[in-house]
């Protein structure tokens, strides 16, 4: 499979799951997953959770990133976003922090991250 129409199928998977996510989340479904697996999770989840899901949307965000690489990384920063009111009931400050630098990731540094990697190709 050529590298264009590979980048295309892993495109779309993402659209999918992010829509799939969205819908979970709108029907409450996605609380009643995390709501359930909460007992099972360690003590030293929530704080983890909220240096991880801006640290794997970074990288997933790479430009160098392969792009299943970075289908697997989105995929599992949704799970691990999806946890992130675990980590706001414990940690409230530092989880609107995580939020915070993840906005700021997507819609300021890695927009000009990508623009400073496209010319030294």
Avoid: D
Wanted: with cysteine; glycine share 10%.
């Amino acid at each position: 499979m050529r590298s264009e129409k590979r980048g295309v199928i892993i495109a779309l998977a993402t659209v999918g799951i992010t829509v799939c996510w969205l819908a979970l989340a709108a029907t409450g479904e996605s609380f009643k997953v995390v709501q359930a697996i909460r007992g099972f999770l360690p003590g030293w989840f929530p704080v983890v959770n909220v240096f991880l899901v801006p640290l794997l949307l970074a990288v997933a965000g790479f430009p160098r990133t392969p792009p299943l690489a970075t289908f697997l990384l989105y995929g599992a920063a949704l799970c691990f976003g999806s946890a992130l009111y675990l980590s706001y009931l414990e940690h409230p400050v530092a989880t609107l922090v995580a939020v915070a630098v993840v906005y700021l990731e997507a819609y300021w540094l890695l927009p000009r991250w990508r623009r400073g990697t496209r010319g030294s190709g």
